[in-house]
C-alpha cells in the first residue's frame, strides 16, 4: 500500500501558527478578569448581606390605652461593650407607619430584652423594630 503525504497548504492562506498561542494568553487574561470580578461582587455581598453587629428581634408586642403599644425585643450585638441604638415603630391598620421611637441600647450584656412604649397618631394594629445601629446621634446619647 502506498502512503500518502498529507496536502501541502498554501502559504499565507491560513495564517501562522501563533494565532493559537495568542488565542491562549487571551483565554487566561479573560480568566484572571473574570475570577477577580467574581471575587469582588462576592466580597461586596458578604458586606452587605453578612449579618449585623447589631441586631433586634421583637419577642412581644401589646396595645396600651391613649393610642399607643408596648413592644419588648430581644437585642443580639458583637460588642457589649458598645451602646447601640434601635429603631422601632407602630403601624395602623392599614399597614402605614403610624409612629416610631429611638430606643437608646446601653452598653453592657451581648444579649439584652428591653421593652418600651411607642405612642401612635391612630389606632396602632402591630409594632416591629425597623433596625439597629451602632451609630447613636447626638440627641439620644447621654453625656
Partial sequence: ?????APALPEGRYGSGRATTSRRWRR???LAVALLVSGGIAWIAYVNLG???IDAERVAFAAKPGN?????????R??????GV????VRDKTGAESGRKELLIP???RYSRISTTVKSIGEPVTADVF?????????????
Fill in 131 to 143: 433596625g439597629c445601629s451602632y451609630d447613636i446621634p447626638r440627641y439620644l446619647s447621654t453625656p
Fill in 68 to 76: 399607643a403599644m408596648e413592644i419588648t425585643l430581644n437585642v443580639t
Fill in 86 to 89: 434601635c429603631i422601632v415603630r
Fill in 28 to 30: 487566561w487574561v479573560f
Fill in 1 to 5: 500500500m502506498a502512503e500518502t503525504a
Fill in 107 to 109: 452598653a453592657g450584656a
Fill in 51 to 53: 449579618t449585623a453587629p
Fill in 78 to 83: 458583637d460588642d457589649d461593650n458598645r451602646p
